[in-house]
Nanobody, 124 residues
């Protein structure tokens, strides 16, 4: 069965770091554009970051630019989101998605697979 699984979420103090990982079963992420999205309670889903199949294009939302870094581990066939200098407003459920969207942006259209999400809570 084809599915995506996120890991690495948790509780962290403001200013701290977390590293989220996205892995697939039943297919390989190498041939897909990977997006990270998040949704906080009462808010709409937000595109956080994206990396294209060739790694030639990356996208970051303005709210995370300079703090988050998306990358692929080709040996492990995973995609990670390194999150530094975390703020309380980063608190949300984070989802990874795989697909072939038009471009690599914060839009959620064009993704074929979605994970179940991992909770990130930034609080003192």
């Amino acid at each position: 069965q084809e599915q995506l699984v996120e890991s690495g979420g948790g509780l962290v103090q403001p200013g701290g770091s977390l590293r989220l990982s996205c892995a697939a079963s039943g297919f390989t992420l190498d041939y897909y554009t990977i997006g990270w999205f998040r949704q906080a309670p009462g808010k709409e889903r937000e595109g956080v970051s994206c990396i294209s199949t060739s790694d030639s294009i990356t996208f970051y939302a303005d709210s995370v630019k300079g703090r988050f870094t998306i990358s692929r581990d080709n040996a492990k066939h995973t995609v990670s989101l390194q999150m530094n200098s975390l703020k309380p407003e980063d608190t949300a459920v984070y989802y990874c998605a795989a697909g072939h969207p038009v471009g690599c942006t914060g839009w959620a259209m064009g993704y074929d697979y979605w994970g179940q999400g991992t909770q990130v809570t930034v609080s003192s």
